[in-house]
């Protein structure tokens, strides 16, 4: 009993969020508000939760948006996440990110079931996939879009609904190939016999 309590006692952040599968980059573009790569340059903690939850206020440089509008002078944003216990990303200042962010009013937050993620380990050519798609939405003239509006739980609700799916079309194409080769296999031992039967 007595190594239980020491065990709670000394025991590190655990992160009430799972996420069994992250969604694509393409996925979490579609889905996003905002996608850019910053710099996280402040953090504040103030609590001001409805249930005294520590809520952290990140201000970020912008360095290269690949979703949404930059406009001149305004190179700089807000994100809010909740403590460790919530799905919100948490930043390290003085760390330049890949961020996908989503509005929630007037501010906006960022799930760890995203592809948020430190800029040095995010491929480059999903990089270079991001700009085509800021390229081809700037110079898109299609219909109008009319955005849902969701909460932040709800988002990450569905972030992770989408990281399953994605997880298990992938599984689905797995199996669909090892049936495929199987059978391929029977077929040719099969007729193998059968020549060799003839003879």
């Given amino acids: 009993m007595k190594y239980f309590i020491l065990f709670l006692l000394f025991s590190g952040k655990v992160l009430a969020c799972s996420c069994t599968e ?10 996003a508000d905002q996608v850019f790569s910053a710099l ?6 103030k609590i001001y939760g409805l249930y005294g939850e520590k809520i952290n206020s990140y201000t970020c440089k912008i360095l290269n948006s690949y979703k949404g509008e930059l406009l001149p002078n305004q190179n700089y944003r807000t994100l809010l996440g909740k403590d460790a216990a919530s799905c919100d990303f948490e930043f390290k200042v003085g760390k330049t990110y890949l961020i996908f962010a989503n509005e929630n009013g007037l501010s906006l937050y960022c799930s760890v079931c995203s592809r948020t993620s430190l ?3 995010v491929p480059k050519d999903s990089l270079n996939i991001l700009t085509e798609y800021y390229q081809k939405s700037q110079s898109d003239t299609g219909p109008l879009v009319i955005k849902r509006l969701e909460s932040n739980t709800a988002h990450q609700v569905r972030l992770a609904t989408l990281g399953y799916k994605e997880a298990l079309n992938r599984k689905n ?3 669909y190939g ?3 080769g199987i059978a391929v296999f029977i077929i040719v031992i099969g007729s193998y016999l059968l020549i060799k039967r003839k003879k």
């Fill in 178 to 180: 090892l049936l495929i």
């Fill in 173 to 175: 194409r797995i199996i």
């Fill in 119 to 121: 800029l040095e380990n």
């Fill in 40 to 45: 996280i340059v402040k953090k504040e903690t």
């Fill in 22 to 31: 992250i969604p694509s980059y393409t996925t979490n573009w579609n889905y």
